[in-house]
Structure formats: structure tokens, C-alpha cells
């Protein structure tokens, strides 16, 4: 347990549902990120807040959508997904420009 | 080009062995950070240096901000050190820009 906690871990959802993720950290953090990881690709950033502020939302498709309603707490609300979005989606937090602490990540498939 | 670059993509290893992980960057960077990633995806932060060195345990992390390169060593390696290991860096903003990373596997 690193102090990031998601939910679920396993995600199987079909291109017409609407679906959650969520991340919850209790260390004090005062940014909060969300990371996509694709197969044989880089980690890419889709959102950053920080103090509960949107900072950066970097041309993510507006079916993913975040929420921070505070420091301790981060959604990622999907709905009508396609197949390419079938990722392993990471939640992270720090202290703004500190050390990284990363959640075990929540394993995504569209079907 | 991508902005971080690591080396090599894959690499084996005996235990016992060795090991450097090197990465390089184009961008200017407040500080870098060495991840380790296991089968299944959970991420480490090993290290967060912006100069010189740093040591943890077998670990061991390098910079040269002027040659804007790291190294990853670790010493006496084990299989339990199998992963990826992930170079990213962060801007005036903080947020990660990541390499590709490092296959890593220790054989017995």
C-alpha cells in the first residue's frame, strides 16, 4: 500500500457505459494527477490539479472527465469510451514539484 | 525525438551483476525522478535528484545537469529487482514528462 488508493483495480466496461474511477490519497498531498498508460507507450499525462485547482487538462477527448472535489480525493468519470482507450489508467499525488507517490492503477478495457 | 530518453529499452542481466540504466533529456528540468514499475503496474518513486548523487540501499542515481544525463545503478543484482524502470523529468510546472523505460530482468 503506497498511500494512493484506487478504484477498482479491474475495469471491463462496453463503449456505451458510463463508469468511475477513483483515487483517494490521505498523505497530505496538495497535487493530484491522473496518467494513462498505453502498451509500449510512455506515460502520458491526461489531468493535473493542484490545490483542488485544474492546472492542465492536455487535450484529453472530453469523454474523460475530472473531478477533485478535494485534496484527498480524485475521479476520473468515463463514459462512451472506445476500444483504444483500454489502458492501465494511474492516479499520483505530491506535494506541488515533490516526490511522486503512485497508485497500483486501475486496468481499463472497452469492449 | 522524445524529450526523455532511456537506454537500453530492454536488458538481462545475471544476479549477481552490475547494472546501469541511463537516461537523457532535451528539456530545461527542475528535477528527475527514477520509477520502478511492476508486473501489474503499481510505480515506485526510487529517487527525485536535481544534482549529484544519490544512494539507497543497492540503488544507487546519478545527474550531470550540464550533460543533462542520469544513470540508475544498481549493485549485486537480485531477481527480485526485475521491473521497468522509468526516467521522468519535471518542468517549472511539476508535472512528469516520462521516458519509454527500462525492461529489466535478473536471472537466477
Known amino acids: 500500500e503506497t498511500g494512493v488508493t484506487q478504484t477498482p483495480r479491474h475495469l471491463v466496461m462496453g463503449m456505451t457505459n458510463k463508469k468511475s474511477l477513483k483515487c483517494e490519497q490521505h498523505?497530505?498531498?496538495?497535487?493530484m494527477y491522473w496518467y494513462k498508460q498505453s502498451a509500449k507507450k510512455p506515460l502520458e499525462l491526461m489531468f493535473v490539479y493542484s490545490l483542488e485547482e485544474r492546472v492542465e487538462n492536455n487535450s484529453v477527448p472530453s469523454r474523460f472527465s475530472p473531478e477533485c472535489p478535494n485534496s484527498s480525493h480524485l475521479f476520473l468519470h468515463l463514459h462512451t469510451l472506445q476500444p483504444e482507450d483500454s489502458a492501465l489508467y494511474l492516479c499520483?499525488?505530491?506535494?506541488?514539484?515533490?516526490?511522486?507517490?503512485f497508485g497500483s492503477g486501475t486496468r481499463l478495457t472497452v469492449v | 525525438k522524445n524529450e526523455v530518453e532511456q537506454s537500453p529499452q530492454n536488458l538481462t542481466a545475471q544476479e549477481g551483476e552490475f547494472i546501469t540504466i541511463n537516461c537523457s533529456y532535451s528539456?530545461?528540468?527542475?528535477?528527475l525522478h527514477w520509477l520502478q514499475q511492476h508486473p501489474g503496474g503499481g510505480i515506485v518513486s526510487l529517487f527525485m535528484l536535481s544534482s549529484g548523487k544519490k544512494k539507497h540501499g543497492r540503488l544507487i542515481a546519478t545527474i550531470n545537469i550540464q550533460e543533462k544525463h542520469s544513470s540508475l545503478h544498481i549493485t549485486a543484482s537480485h531477481p527480485r529487482d526485475s521491473a521497468v524502470y522509468i526516467c521522468?523529468?519535471?518542468?517549472?510546472?511539476?508535472?512528469?514528462?516520462f521516458g519509454k523505460g527500462t525492461k529489466l530482468s535478473v536471472k537466477p
Open positions: 528539456v530545461g528540468i527542475s528535477a
Open positions: 499520483a499525488s505530491s506535494q506541488v514539484k515533490g516526490f511522486y507517490t
Open positions: 498523505l497530505g498531498h496538495n497535487a
Open positions: 521522468a523529468v519535471s518542468g517549472s510546472q511539476g508535472n512528469l514528462i
